[in-house]
T-cell receptor
């Protein structure tokens, strides 16, 4: 049981390049989330999904796109990377049942855009 | 407008003493609060939570207190250990926000041996 995994762990991009970050979870969770963490800013929600085939915008969605084609995977895409997207990206997942609102986080992807 | 505020960016405590981490919120629709702990180069991990219908929840060395009238919660760690040195995030759930969490900026706790 790996929990939430993220690929890649590190990446350096040049301005204007594109890339996709992959998040996978093996807990059969319905909900999945993408956050970014910047110094002094805490965790900010980029996009989220409440089930396979659904996506929604979070607090800071501009410049990112997402897809949830399979329940266990949540992809975050950067079509044209900008230096302002240099950050650490975290994926999280959560069950839809019960009264627990705990989200389980992956180890993060450190992205640098030059 | 920041709805979850952790106004102190850092805290340093002697090993064995109590650590008190504070969190304030502004949204009256928050009904559930969580604390996460984060070590460098790792993802946040859940620590403890509290529902808005309670004023205290305890789990081993960790206790969270909620004061709804003051819109304030605090995390107490007793006794503090060097392994507790990490960044602590306060998070809150809005009843109408589809299980999204709003996070504070985090507090860096350093426990001195």
């Amino acid at each position: 049981n790996a929990g939430v995994t993220q690929t890649p762990k590190f990446r350096v991009l040049k301005t204007g390049q594109s890339m996709t970050l992959l998040c996978a979870q093996d807990m059969n969770h319905e909900y999945m989330y993408w956050y970014r963490q910047d110094p002094g800013m805490g965790l900010r929600l980029i996009h989220y999904s409440v089930g396979e085939g659904t996506t929604a915008k979070g607090e800071v969605p501009d410049g990112y796109n997402v897809s949830r084609l399979k329940k266990q995977n949540f992809l975050l895409g950067l079509e044209s990377a900008a230096p302002s997207q240099t950050s650490v990206y975290f994926c999280a997942s959560k069950t839809s049942g019960g009264h627990s609102y705990e989200q389980y986080f992956g180890p993060g992807t450190r992205l640098t855009v030059t | 407008d920041q709805q979850v505020k952790q106004n102190s960016p850092s805290l340093s405590v002697q090993e064995g003493r109590i650590s008190i981490l504070n969190c304030d919120y502004t949204n009256s629709m928050f009904d559930y609060f969580l604390w996460y702990k984060k070590y460098p180069a790792e993802g946040p991990t859940f620590l403890i939570s509290i529902s808005s219908i309670k004023d205290k929840n305890e789990d081993g060395r960790f206790t969270v207190f909620l004061n709804k009238s003051a819109k304030h919660l605090s995390l107490h760690i007793v006794p503090s250990q060097p392994g507790d040195s990490a960044v602590y995030f306060c998070a809150a759930r809005d009843t109408g926000a589809n299980s999204k969490l709003t996070f504070g900026k985090g507090i860096t706790l350093s426990v001195r041996p």
